[in-house]
């Protein structure tokens, strides 16, 4: 299975600033995707990012707030802008598996705290 | 949104027990996926069901993937306390890209 790397690893920021999150993929992945994970809650996904296309958004989720880029088949980010405290969550990236599976597999996580 | 809707939400067992938690859903899925989250970490996947009647183990964990194709069930025997953790059931929606939904997670503490 893919290997994901996600930086940072956390971060606490000031309200009204945004944070970009990093993810690296050590193979060539069609399809990334953004989740958030609020404090206590399950994951719910933010966007899908296919490289080469816009982002898809889900419902309750916009691209001003959360810009998605997706460069190549290996990389992306996710910008949290304009961040308020109800935007501390844990951002996660994954990507399919591999093999026409669908193990998918996660980043370790970026672990938001907006103050 | 859609949610898949697992139970229970939480359990505390003593070390050795065997614990099960399920998840149900209103949809039909072709795969079910269970995954454990450890604090601090991204969800790691446990097993993949990928045909309705599968019964599949992984070490100490079975699951089974329901003949309805709407419900799916993990067990854990003999539990140890590196079995503390979230469990998680997830379905991808192959017609819109393959995305995953969640079940709201059960959280598991074992008494050693």
């Known amino acids: 299975s893919a290997v994901i790397s996600q930086k940072p690893s956390r971060d606490i920021c000031q309200r009204g600033t945004s944070l970009t999150i990093q993810c690296q993929v050590d193979?060539?992945?069609?399809?990334m995707f953004w989740y958030r994970q609020q404090p206590g809650q399950s994951l719910t996904l933010i966007a899908t990012?296919?490289?080469?296309?816009?982002?898809?958004?889900e419902s309750g989720f916009v691209i001003d707030k959360f810009p998605i880029s997706r460069p190549n088949l290996t990389f992306s980010t996710l910008t949290v802008s304009n961040m308020s405290p109800e935007d501390s969550s844990i951002y996660l990236c994954?990507?399919?598996?591999?093999?026409?599976?669908?193990?998918?597999?996660f980043g370790s996580g970026t672990r938001l705290t907006v103050v | 949104g859609q949610q898949l809707n697992q139970s229970p939400q939480s359990m505390f067992i003593q070390e050795g027990e065997d614990v099960s938690m399920n998840c149900t859903s209103s949809?039909?899925?072709?795969?079910w996926l269970w995954y454990k989250q450890d604090p601090g970490e991204g969800p790691v996947l446990l097993i993949a069901?990928?045909?309705?009647?599968e019964l599949t183990s992984n070490g100490r964990l079975t699951a089974q993937f329901g003949i309805t194709r709407k419900d799916s069930f993990l067990n854990i025997s003999a539990s140890i306390p590196s079995d503390v953790g979230i469990y998680f059931c997830a379905g991808p929606f192959y017609n819109q890209g393959g995305k995953l939904i969640f079940g709201q997670g059960t959280e598991l503490s074992v008494k050693p």
């Open positions: 994954s990507v399919a598996g591999t093999g026409g599976g669908y193990g998918y597999t």
């Open positions: 949809s039909i899925f072709n795969t």
């Open positions: 069901l990928y045909k309705a009647g």
């Open positions: 193979s060539q992945v069609t399809m």
């Open positions: 990012a296919n490289q080469g296309s816009e982002a898809t958004y």
